[in-house]
């Protein structure tokens, strides 16, 4: 899930679902991983730089059923129609800002609660209900349980 916030206003967020390979392209972005070979975002900012452009910007413009639409933004108001993970994660690696339009905000936001937690460093479980704490300790006992076999195509007798 990438999660985009409002800096000022009502700092609301924006729940964008990415998959796997679009969320490590954004954590590699963000901790400035250097890859041997360019990846696809690496690849990207390297032929925007060759063609002698420079990104500015990061936009989302739109949500249009379902499906969120994001532009980046080059200089000489040049715009290129791009995947929100994918132009967030150009947008990282070049250091520009982020923007969403106000329509799309208001059409998509969503509430967004972190629990305090001293032990976790301020996020966490802990601070659930006592029947959600529990929940989390089943589900964690499960996992801890759980053997290739129970992943058979037979269902259990």
């Excluded at 009502?10 to 250097?34: D, F, T």
């Excluded at 063609?51 to 933004?73: K, N, P, S, T």
């Excluded at 799309?104 to 001293?118: L, P």
């Amino acid at each position: 899930m990438l999660l985009l916030r409002e800096t000022v206003g009502e700092q609301r967020w924006l729940a964008i679902s990415i998959g796997v390979p679009e969320a490590n392209a954004l954590v590699a972005a963000h901790e400035h991983v250097e890859h041997a070979r360019p990846d696809s975002i690496e690849l990207i900012g390297h032929v925007v730089e060759a063609l002698g452009r420079q990104v500015q910007r990061v936009q989302v413009i739109a949500l249009d059923e379902g499906v969120f639409l994001a532009d980046l933004i080059l200089d000489g108001s040049v715009r290129v129609s791009a995947r929100p993970s994918d132009a967030v994660a150009v947008g990282i690696r070049a250091s520009v800002p982020i923007e969403v339009h106000e329509t799309v905000f208001d059409a998509a936001s969503v509430e967004v609660n972190f629990a305090a937690d001293s032990d976790s460093g301020g996020l966490g479980p802990t601070a659930l209900g006592p029947s959600q704490d529990q929940e989390i300790a089943t589900f964690r006992e499960r996992l801890e349980n759980i053997t290739p076999e129970d992943f058979d195509d037979n269902p259990p007798e």
